[in-house]
């Protein structure tokens, strides 16, 4: 196997690592909010943060790298529409992700000492909460329109 299919393979095994946890730890922490129990909480809340730190982060700086290494190797100029796209996508995700870390751990580290203490969840978790949802809609869809872009290469979007 040449390095180009090497680096192909793992740019698409760590796409689908960093979608597949960013929406899985989304789904398990937005449901585990929705039941209100302090202690569940406070176990996915922590397990959202481990995750980001094992999965997500190595995923977020290695897509950008090997992406850009496949285009050159490709012979795909960086201002190719969909790879344009795709990057400007990539980084509007990431402006919404660097605040959502920041509020997972806030979030993991109140619902933990409330879990303690055995005391309800102040109105400043509820608070972070919402600005987690609302930061991973369009960070998620971001992600999947460049999932879309990468696996098209839409015509339209390249010039040819």
Known sequence: MNTYLVVKSLHIMSSVLLVGTGFGTAFYLYFANRSGDVRA???VARLVVRADKWFTAPAVLFQPLSGLWLAKAGGWPIDTG?????????ALAGGCWLPVLRLQVRMRDIALRCADSGERLPAGYWRHARHWEWLGYPAFVAMLLVLLLMSTKPALLSGG
């Open 41 to 43: 909480i406070a176990v």
């Open 82 to 90: 969909w790879i344009a796209a795709a990057l400007v996508l990539f």
